[in-house]
């Protein structure tokens, strides 16, 4: 009680020891030696505990759990990257993939090629429905295996319809095609009105300038408004940890493509960017046995699909959701083949044929 | 000290509680029966093979070599020792192994060319190599040759940019057997994992559902391996059929 100079004195010496609130108060016990060593023992442990609990943050590598690391949270939208920020966040992607993966992925960031448009297009007259494309697709892309993922959908739909409310994309047949069907493989329409980028709220998605649709995973917050906005259910939600065996990696990868996904966040077909911004044909196109699917830049007279737009039948679909897909479906101009495949088909009477069969 | 303890012990009570309540909260969540995992089924197996690139069938080269008696013999050294007889309809006695089911084109020598048996044979005197086969396609197939040439019909690879050189497209013969042109069908690759969780019920067959069943949707079945196999035991919508037909075989 008679000494107000040494706890005055203390306060002086130690500001930060949190004795701070007995100061003021002249109705409290003033402070002893005792004390005040206890209190700042307190403090210091306290502080040293806070220091070390806050020591991951300092490293910018440092594996957060879901957060990713430090350096992947503080990541810029892939649009504001400058060239230095996007080499640091593809050596941080080529480094998550060693240590999960085991081995150096070429992982890189392709951007679109000047004066090319890409545009699909599928033949509704030779798809035999072998999945073959669903499944290269989901090698190509890594796509997480269990739980599966997969972009393409081939839909089994009853000959003399396009009714979507009949397809079936869980046949399971001994030998396609089936006489009765026809198959329509159905992936992301890389639209140009797209749905999905007009919802999404953190701009996580955009359509690039050769029209690809892609998303920033690292931008992503997963809140599968994209998902509910796409007519043609193309995009794709990691529900949990995509997995992936190691051995079936593909290390061909691109920042905007087929990089490793994690959990929470939105993929989707990307018209296989990494191959086909540097000429290449996407998986599912150089898969297909039959030829049915058909890519190129609709901005090239010559090329495939400026040919098939100009002079095939072509067909939408769900034209009237008017997202102007870059996805069409065509058909070859063919009588059925031999009767067989439509069984009451009436046989043609005065006039004329311009079958492919002669 | 007495007014201080007074003081804190509410206050401590409402911490400690509120603590328990978001604990239990969080352990229901967690743990409670409302909890539903996502439905899993064990990954496919694709066989890198199966999603080759390659084409369908490896054609004859530019001089054929066909594997008589375990001897590769090339055309002419058969067919410019030995004259063959004139084209009849009759059973081969070599080349047996070729089952011709092309339409109404069922004469050797509608393509082959009789003289020169390793090349193929135009309209008129025209004889081309077998790797042009597509010429020959296309005194009969006009718009599909069309087609292919345009990139319409067929399969190109290497890349999309018909300046590229690294583009080129198959030949007629790498996906069709010209003897029996017709693509033959073939098993397809598996489906998605919900078509291994078995069919999706039907809603009048709903009936009271344990919701925390992550396969509620679905009526199950045992799980099937890849080919499936038809199993008539142990299936749940073989066993609702029987019972569906029950009556009628009371009748």
Redesign the interface.
Known sequence: MTDPPPEAGANDQSPSSGDRLDSGDSSRPTLTRRSFLRRSAAATAGAAALAASLRPLTDPEFDLGDVGSLQKFLQKHYKEMTEEEMDRALARIRREVEQRFGLTPNVRDVKAMDGVE?VYAL?LS?C?????C???C??ENNLS????I?YI?VLEIPKGTIDLERAD?????????DRDHFYMPVQCHQCADPPCVKVCPVEATWQEPDGIVVIDYDWCIGCRYCEAACPYWARRFN??EP?LPADELNPDMAYLSNRPRAKGVMEKCTFCLHR?RE???PAC???????AR????VL?P???VS??LK??RIFVLKEEAGTLPRFFYYF??RRP??GANVPDAPAPVGRVE????? | MGGRRSHSTPTAVIEITITVCFLALAAWFLFGPRVTA?P?????A?V?A????AP?RAPLGDVPVAVIAGFEMRCMECHGLFESRPETARRLTQHTHIVLDH??NDRCFNCHDDAQRDRLALRGDKTIPFTQVARLCAE?????YR?WQ???????????????D?QWR?ICSQ?HDPHSP??K???????????RMG??RKKDEQGPVDRADPLRHWQHEPERPHP?VPSKDLDPAHSRDDRSAQPEDRL
């Open positions: 890409f033949n030779r035999i429905g072998c999945r073959k669903v499944h290269a989901a090698a295996r269990d739980p599966e997969q959908r994309h869980h046949y399971d047949r001994e030998t396609v095609p529900f949990t997995n086909t000429g290449r044909m196109v150089e898969v297909c046995p039959v030829g058909k890519f190129g830049n090239d010559e090329s495939e040919q098939i002079s095939k070859d101009e083949r031999s311009l079958g492919d069969e002669a | 996502i899993r089924t064990p990954p496919v694709v890198p199966e999603i080759s690139t369908v339409g109404l009969c197939h006009g718009p599909t087609d345009r990139g319409m019909h067929g399969r190109t690879m290497g890349s999309w940019d018909p300046r590229s690294r198959l996906c017709a693509y069908p073939f098993k397809p690759l598996p489906g998605p994992n919900t078509l069919p999706l499936p």
